[in-house]
């Protein structure tokens, strides 16, 4: 069993930053594993916005790519998400989760609300 646990939201003003993470814990071979973060707006799907390998390798959706940084830190089992330049749009319900292959449970994810 794996528990997935995000942090980090908040209510800010377009233009401002927030800085996510995602610990993750129980039976998981964190290293291996590509890890994304997904939203999911209020009557939307959830989307992958960034992903990152077991190497490295990272991934973004064009509407935040310049904007949002995503990073692992495999000694803590955490990824991060790291957000700038925030719109209203980016308003959503923020989860991680495996990027690729099943995924494991979902967390409770964070709230971020941006305001104009």
């Known amino acids: 069993q794996v528990q997935l646990e995000e942090s980090g939201g908040a209510l800010v003003q377009a233009g401002g930053s927030l800085r996510l993470s995602c610990l993750a814990s129980g039976r998981i071979f964190f290293n291996i594993e590509t890890f994304g973060w997904y939203r999911q707006a209020p009557g939307q799907q959830r989307d992958l916005v960034a992903s990152?390998?077991?190497?490295?390798?990272?991934d973004y959706t064009d509407s935040v790519k310049g904007r949002f940084t995503i990073s692992r830190d495999n000694a803590r089992n955490t990824v991060f998400l790291q957000m700038n330049s925030l719109k209203p749009e980016d308003t959503a319900v923020y989860y991680c989760n495996k990027a690729s292959g099943p995924s494991f449970d979902w967390g409770q994810g964070t709230q971020v609300t941006v305001s104009a």
């Open positions: 990152i390998g077991s190497l490295g390798y990272t």
